[in-house]
């Protein structure tokens, strides 16, 4: 029930297309869902973040969609460059647990 | 703002030392520091959580007698990898979290590359 499932693990996507990755969780008391971008031999770095009660949230090229009903989220990179590519975890939170529990991370790959 | 340091961010060690990594949020206090250990390719997995004054608090299966955390200040975290062994060798990033932030939030330090030889 603390898991969070994220896939795919890889993912290869040409200059100027759209990434998504997807995630699913089971507890439905996690009410905070960041997702990370780490490049090699980097700590992760925040993207963006939403709470179960936006259903999307948009910054820039990247934008979170939330369904909470099915109990999945999602990251979408728009106009894909080769610069985004890196390795994205999503993650979720709740306070009772005070712990941030991460996906097991996409591999992303942007051709030029 | 919200930066978080580390240091050193490489380090080689002979089997049997001891090694100290630091961790200091430089803009902001943090009231809870996060450790994570990452192995290649793998994602995040939370050794342990400390509160600045209090003793840490460990996941099951990290061993605490071997992984000393210390957060005696607002701004600065310490975890000390006592008698390494060549499979403690890892990638160690710490997160901090300020006492407004809000939900989950926290903020990761760059990491620090530990070989034990």
């Known amino acids: 029930q603390q898991q969070v499932k994220q896939s795919p693990q890889s993912l290869i996507v040409q200059k100027g297309g759209i990434s998504i990755i997807n995630c699913a969780y089971e507890n439905t008391a996690f009410d905070y869902f960041p997702w990370y971008q780490q490049f090699p031999g980097k700590g992760p770095a925040l993207l963006i973040a939403i709470r179960p009660d936006v259903s999307e949230k948009k910054e820039g090229r990247f934008t979170i969609s939330f369904n909470k009903s099915a109990k999945q989220f999602s990251l979408h990179i728009m106009d894909s460059q080769p610069g985004d590519s890196a390795t994205y975890f999503c993650a979720a939170w709740m306070d009772s647990s005070y712990k941030l529990i991460f996906g097991s991370g996409t591999r992303l790959l942007v051709r030029p | 703002g919200a930066v978080v340091s580390q240091h050193p961010s490489w380090v080689i060690c002979k089997s049997g030392t001891s090694v100290k990594i630091e961790c200091r949020s430089l803009?902001?206090?943090?009231?809870?520091m996060f450790w994570y250990r990452q192995f290649p390719k793998q994602s995040l997995m939370l050794m342990a959580t400390s509160n600045e004054g209090s003793k840490a608090t460990y996941e099951q299966g990290v061993e605490k007698d071997k992984f000393l955390i210390n957060h005696a200040s607002l701004t600065l975290s310490t975890l000390t990898v006592t008698s390494a062994h060549p499979e403690d060798s890892s990638f160690y990033i710490c997160?901090?979290?300020?006492?407004?932030?809000?939900?989950?939030?926290?903020?990761f330090g760059p990491g620090t590359r530990l070989t034990v030889t």
């Open positions: 803009d902001f206090q943090a009231t809870t």
């Open positions: 997160s901090a979290r300020g006492s407004l932030a809000g939900g989950g939030e926290q903020y």
